[in-house]
Structures are given as C-alpha cells and as structure tokens.
C-alpha cells in the first residue's frame, strides 16, 4: 500500500519546525489503501473552503508557504517511475489548512504502488512565519 509520510497531526494542532535541526522534526509513516481517501478527502475540504467567500479570521488560517524536508523529498523523487509531483492543498479533519505532494507517472496518474511515498508538509505558516513576503 502507498505510505503517507506526514508530520503528527492532533486536532486543530500543527507541527512546528526545528529549522536548526532538521532531524528533530518528527514525522510519522502511515499506511493508505489505494484509494487515497484521506488525502482525497483533505483536497476536497479544501476546494470546498475556497468555493466561497472566506470570512478574513478563517482566510488568516491558510498556509502560506509549506517546508518539506529535502531528505524527504529526494525519496519521493526518486521513485521507480515518478516523472512529475503534484502539489496539493488541503484541509485537516481538524480544520487547518495543509499541503501535500503525489508522485506522478509519465501519464500524470498518481503512483499507487505498495510502497509509494507521498509526503505532507512537515510545517507552514503560519504558525511558522518568516519575517517577509513569503519567507523571501
């Protein structure tokens, strides 16, 4: 089954991010079935949320900008037959807001072999800003 590799998420909590040290951050492997429901199920929330107008309080909430580990990254990369990512955004149970990469194949099909990885940010802003326009 495909493995979403995401950062612990409880509630209306997210992970905050050790910049200094990047291995602090912990991240959690959870086993998905082929159906993706869980991020499905995040993206929709989130196309829902942005279908309307978004009272400012709630707009506030949406992520700015994502960090992904690099190390991460690169094995998302880097697997057999993965030619494109996907970026999406998405809405936690908990309400906030996250995003999420999907490896893509040469068709642009999702890859939903045993062990794919998909990886969820590991922090956002906010809670986790920058001082700038966008952490630039």
Known sequence: MPIL??????????????????????????????????LKDAAAR???????????????????YSNFLSVRVLELINQSGCTFIRVFNAVHE????????VPLDANGDPIKLEATIYLVQCCACPPMCKPGVGGL
């Open 94 to 101: 908990g309400g906030f807001h996250f995003t999420f990469m």
């Open 5 to 38: 590799v995401t950062p612990p998420m409880n509630g209306l909590e997210r992970a905050a991010c050790d910049y200094a040290t990047p291995e602090n951050n912990p991240l959690q492997e959870i086993q998905l079935d082929a159906s993706l429901h869980p």
């Open 46 to 64: 989130f196309e829902e949320k942005t279908n309307r107008s978004i009272p400012e309080e709630e707009a506030r909430g949406l992520v700015k």
